[in-house]
């Protein structure tokens, strides 16, 4: 693998997943009733916060365009999705990222060649600041589940969104562990599967019971996710059409024309999973 393969694959990851994990830090303080918990949650919002702002500086010219085209990194909703949330759950949402994020990837410059060994130093710590504090959150949303299932603490999602969680964030530290051995990372595996079909669970049981049609449309789509594993070409038309599906969604919230307890912000989560997994399927 070239340097610049290096950099490009490690910037695409960790702006990637930075963004994610501080959006699931997020819904769960959302969800929480204890303080200490909601604190916890906000600190390793913050380091990913650190950890996108640090990836935003370095190298974004080698990022494949085909990304930020198909609204991986950021949607055209992302913004406003994002005020909604702070506005209506009392969340603390840095926004300004969001205009930071969105101009830098559109205003990509090439590194010239005597910077690369400085860029491909930056991306190892990137790295490794980034799968430390994977580590650390999936440490803490594993304690939280452990006392959800003792009936100790109370939680206003459900405890399959906590695995769903602690799995994405393996999946992020495995693509690094990859990625630092050269070796391929499998994005249509029983896991990534598993993580879009609890995706459609989390926003059927979201959905008001009023929302009869679409919550029975996302439990076809857990159906149908759930019988991808291994099957690159079915996981991938049921990402298109799932994405089209939580875009819907996001243009009816929007409009106020949706009833849900889910997080507005948690919708395009779900849509730039979505996508980036169309993406990497057909590259």
């Known amino acids: 693998m070239t340097r610049e393969q290096f950099i490009k694959n490690s910037l695409e990851l960790n702006i990637f997943y930075a963004r994610i994990f501080k959006e699931h830090c997020v819904t769960l303080a959302i969800a929480q009733n204890g303080q200490a918990r909601i604190q916890a949650l906000d600190r390793f919002k913050v380091h990913f916060e650190m950890l996108l702002n640090a990836s935003l500086e370095a190298g974004l010219g080698l990022i494949d365009k085909i990304f930020i085209d198909n609204n991986c990194f950021v949607t055209p909703y992302t913004y406003s999705l994002e005020q909604i949330t702070q506005n209506t759950c009392g969340a603390s949402i840095n926004y300004r990222i969001t205009n930071l ?3 830098r990837l559109q205003k990509r410059e090439p590194i010239a060649a005597g910077r690369l060994p400085m860029v491909y130093e930056r991306a190892l710590k990137l790295n ?24 100790k603490v109370y939680s206003s999602i459900y405890p399959s969104v906590y695995e769903c969680y602690i799995l994405q964030l393996k999946q992020y530290q495995q693509a690094l562990q990859a990625l630092k051995q050269d070796k391929e ?8 599967v598993k993580i879009m079909r609890i995706c459609a669970e989390h926003i059927r049981g979201a959905l008001d019971p009023k929302e009869s049609l679409d919550a029975e449309k996302a439990h076809n789509f857990a159906l149908e996710f759930a019988q991808c594993a291994f099957d690159k070409s079915r996981f991938l038309q049921a990402n298109l059409d799932f994405a089209q599906f939580v875009q819907e969604l996001i243009e009816k919230l929007l409009a106020k024309k949706l009833l849900s ?7 395009d989560t779900v849509l730039r999973q979505a996508n980036r997994n169309i993406v990497l399927m057909q590259k």
């Open 101 to 103: 994020e969105t101009e």
């Open 128 to 151: 490794s600041d980034g799968e430390k504090t994977a580590q650390g959150l999936a440490e803490l949303i594993q304690n939280i589940l452990n006392e959800l299932s003792k009936g």
């Open 185 to 192: 990372f499998d994005y249509c595996d029983s896991d990534a």
């Open 261 to 267: 307890v889910m997080p507005p912000l948690t919708f």
